[in-house]
């Protein structure tokens, strides 16, 4: 089958690698906790909040945010239960940009990312403004669907997929770290696939709070 060639890929380069232990299913797995909340544009809104540079709040409503410079990113996508979604194509709101809209104050170390119902996850504050790490919109051209999503994920391709939270509402910035969700139900608090870092009991002392 005839293949469109893009930008990152390179005939004469070898075959790019999986993280150890991951393997490549057919289709696109949905996973998550819980029930997929409804979408009400109205009502929904995007804020970041905790230790800003100037101590304020910041909030989008769905027009704003849906109006904010986009970027395009090639990322595989890792999930720690091992399946591995190579080359997709992820479009929102690049993280940075969010952080240079609403400044962290200069202590800020970490963020803790929010979703419908109160799930979370927690990023090193150099993971949340890594270059490609943004506010997903968009997978292969095609806006997200409900179950992955829809409307806004933050997607941290270098990390397990447990990071990259569906139904995004809110940035918190922290002074100092906190776990998230599955963070404080035994799963790593870094969560490097390379590196294999996923489950807390491999936590090395100074990489996480205490459980
Ligand atoms: N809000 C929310 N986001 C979530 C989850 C969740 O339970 N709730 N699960 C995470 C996990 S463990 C994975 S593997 C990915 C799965 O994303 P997908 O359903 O788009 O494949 O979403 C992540 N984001
Ligand atoms: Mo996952």
Known sequence: MARVMDASEDSAAPDRKLPPGQYVPRGWPVLHYGPVPKFRPRDWDFRVFGITADGGQYRWTWDEFDALPRVRTVA???CVTKFTIPDNTWEGVAAASIAALAPPHPSASHVMIWAE????AN???SDFLAAGTLFATHRDGERLTADHGHPV???VPHLYAWKSVKWVRAVEYLAEDRRGFWEERGYHNVADPWTEQRYSYQEEPGEAPPL
Do not use: K, P, Q
């Open 123 to 125: 990023l090193r504050m």
């Open 153 to 155: 994920r933050i997607v």
């Open 76 to 78: 595989d996508f890792h």
């Open 117 to 120: 119902y109160g799930y979370s």
